[in-house]
């Protein structure tokens, strides 16, 4: 469905509506949702939303995928004729719940979201099993990087979350 969302997007700047056949949980419940495309296994670009922001969990979908093709500042633009070569994941996101400190996080097992408290709208977040990260602490000073958070100055939150994954 992202991959079909994005290439009718890209064909015709229409948003397809969710197809009829997904597991009755997509059009019934809500969910933050990432959508990673890669090319050749590496990251060519990767949108989400860590809190839900549509009607539910396939327009979430359809709209992080649009946006992952479309808006990632750290890439170009997806064209049509890369889709053939791309590989999308959808990561469905579990409630964050807050946690005191990263230290015991099972980053295989739990991506973490690091809010900054004040000043506010800052944030950082980074998916659970990421290759090449090896330790919460490296966890940790990703997500602060994203977010443009300073540890040692702001005051921040922490939060855990789990995902599904589809390929």
Avoid at 41 to 61: M, V
Avoid at 116 to 130: A, E, V
Wanted: proline fraction near 7%.
């Amino acid at each position: 469905m992202a991959k079909n969302a994005v290439k009718n997007y890209l064909e015709t700047g229409q948003v397809i509506s969710p197809p009829k056949d997904l597991p009755e949980n997509f059009y019934k419940q809500k969910s933050g949702v990432f959508v990673t495309i890669e090319k050749d296994k590496e990251l060519r670009s990767c949108i989400g939303t860590y809190l839900p922001t549509k009607e539910n969990i396939a327009q979430e979908i359809i709209s992080n995928a649009i946006a992952a093709a479309t808006q990632d500042y750290r890439f170009t633009p997806i064209a049509p004729e890369e889709l053939n070569n791309l590989s999308f994941t959808v990561s469905i996101l579990s409630e964050p719940e807050p946690i005191e400190n990263f230290n015991k996080l099972d980053l295989k097992k739990y991506g973490l979201i690091v809010k900054c408290i004040d000043p506010p709208q800052k944030c950082g977040l980074l998916l659970p099993d990421i290759e090449g990260v090896d330790s919460a602490e490296q966890q940790f000073s990703i997500c602060c990087a994203k977010g443009g958070i300073n540890p040692e100055k702001d005051t921040v939150a922490l939060f855990r979350f789990k995902v599904e994954k589809y390929k």
